[in-house]
């Protein structure tokens, strides 16, 4: 399947879960920003799926209270998108433990990522946009091969952390391959 197919039909199942306006394809960073991301000098990712609410702005503890709420009123889909990623496979992560390490200061609620290549590039690329963009990062590779190089991209940041070779571990990372992710929303 093609990463735009996947993102129609990606789109189509959120609708029956968020606002159609808290859901937007192709995302920039930067949109409607009234904080330093508004800045030409700085590179503004694009993510595939943005979910909100939004950071836009400079209030960020008001923000982040927002998105405590939104987590809170979404646990069970958190909950349910927990356990068919790839934390969910290794017995050293929690639901509560994963509920902690989110991004304290994201764009969006959710930042989806979709990736239907075997480009190691692209990967990392795409697990870093989704971890420093989201609240919860997700990262859906289209395919168990892709599926399990995310995975194996994700344990060699999990060991530069371990290592000190890397300041973040980004934690706040699921790893869903595209078919499981369509079957559980």
Not at 100 to 115: D, G, H, K, M, T
Not at 151 to 165: G, P, T
């Amino acid at each position: 399947m093609k990463t735009d197919e996947f993102t129609t039909l990606l789109y189509d199942k959120l609708k029956s879960i968020f606002p159609p306006e808290l859901i937007i394809p192709e995302w920039r960073a930067s949109k409607d920003s009234e904080d330093d991301f508004n800045n030409i000098e700085y590179y503004a990712p694009r993510v595939d799926v943005a979910i909100g609410p939004f950071n836009i702005n400079r209030q960020i503890q008001e923000n982040n209270l927002t998105f405590h709420h939104f987590a809170t009123q979404h646990r069970e889909l958190l909950l349910r998108l927990f356990n068919i990623s790839h934390l969910a496979e290794s017995s050293s992560y929690s639901f509560e433990g994963f509920m902690e390490s989110l991004n304290i200061n994201p764009r969006c609620f959710i930042a989806v990522e979709i990736e239907n290549t075997k480009d190691g590039k692209r990967a990392i690329g795409d697990i870093l946009n989704a971890s420093v963009m989201g609240k919860i990062g997700v990262v859906v590779p289209i395919g168990q091969d892709k599926y399990r190089m995310f995975v194996k991209i994700k344990k060699y940041f999990n060991y530069l952390k371990d290592v000190q070779k890397l300041p973040e571990d980004f934690n706040n990372v699921l790893i869903i391959e595209g078919g499981n992710l369509l079957d559980n929303l």
